[in-house]
Every structure is written in C-alpha cells, then in structure tokens.
C-alpha cells in the first residue's frame, strides 16, 4: 500500500515550483527598480530613446559599408580589405606581395 505522504523527491519538486515562484517575483521588483534607475540616469544625462536604438528605431544608428579590397591572393584571386580576420592565405607573410596597385 503506497504511502500518503509525500516522497522526498516530490517535496523537492514542490519546494522547486514555490522557489520559481518566488525568483520570479524578485526578478519582477529587481527588473521594476532597474527601470526607474535607467530613467534617473537617461534623465540626469539627457539620453534619449533614440539614442539608444538608432534613427530609424533599430539598434545601431550607423551602417556598415564595404570597403575596397586591399590585398588579392595571386593564386586564387581572393581579396581582402584588411580589416576583421587575416585570411590565411595571407597570414604571417609579407603583406606588401599582396598589396593591390
């Protein structure tokens, strides 16, 4: 005959979804005092909302334009601009073989 007390892994799942309960509820007070502490500031600083997102309401408020390629690997007629990640068919060689006239 199966007890009626609860089983030790069940208190645990109880205690588990008062806990969840209760973090929540925190998190809502917490989040509710980090709102009104980003408004004193945006305030104290003259920040606006579009400064945050950008003109159009996006975040980022500039673009990201393509750049002229600077280096082309002779062999595969790859380029590069020079600029984020070195290609490896460039890495750790001598730049200057590769420059674009």
Request: proline share 5%; with cysteine; net charge positive.
């Given at each position: ?6 089983t030790t892994y ?69 380029e590069w601009c020079g ?19």
């Amino acid at each position: 005959m199966p007890s009626s007390r609860p089983t030790t892994y069940q208190r645990l799942l109880t205690e588990l979804a008062e806990l969840d309960v209760r973090i929540e509820q925190a998190r809502a007070r917490e989040r509710v005092r980090a709102i009104e502490t980003i408004h004193e500031l945006m305030d104290t600083y003259g920040i606006k909302h579009r400064d945050l997102v950008g003109r159009n309401g996006r975040r980022g408020s500039y673009q990201v334009s393509a750049l002229p390629a600077k280096y082309r690997d002779p062999a595969t007629g790859r380029e590069w601009c020079g600029r984020g990640n070195v290609p490896l068919w460039i890495r750790g060689k001598d730049r200057t073989r590769f420059l674009i006239d």
